[in-house]
Nanobody
């Protein structure tokens, strides 16, 4: 199992930016996939973006062109850079990692987009 600790959430105005961080207990290069999910009140958890160990990325249509996922192997950290934030981006954001076929989750960080 992998321990994941998210940080970087907060309150931001529409159109603003935030960067979320997810620190992993294992070298992220060894992890098959790392991803960011989010869950808004009353809604199901949804995939926002993922990055594979080879560096391939994929994004939900709702965030394409606004969010960027990246990894820093030296820091065992994956980031989610979020720009042009909208109120509908408000949610708890969770980091996810898959290692040897087993998923692990962080505790989540709240992102609130409001004026």
């Amino acid at each position: 199992q992998v321990q994941l600790v998210e940080s970087g959430g907060g309150l931001v105005q529409p159109g603003g930016s935030l960067r979320l961080s997810c620190a992993a207990s294992k070298n992220i290069f060894r992890l098959n996939i790392m991803a960011w999910y989010r869950q808004a009140p009353g809604k199901q958890r949804e995939l926002v973006a993922h990055i594979t160990s080879s560096g391939s990325t994929n994004y939900a249509d709702s965030v394409k062109g606004r969010f960027t996922i990246s990894g820093d192997n030296a820091k065992n950290t994956v980031y989610l850079q979020m720009s042009s934030l909208k109120p509908e981006d408000t949610a708890v954001y969770y980091c996810n990692a898959v290692y040897l076929g087993a998923p692990s989750w962080g505790q989540g960080t709240q992102v609130t987009v409001s004026s």
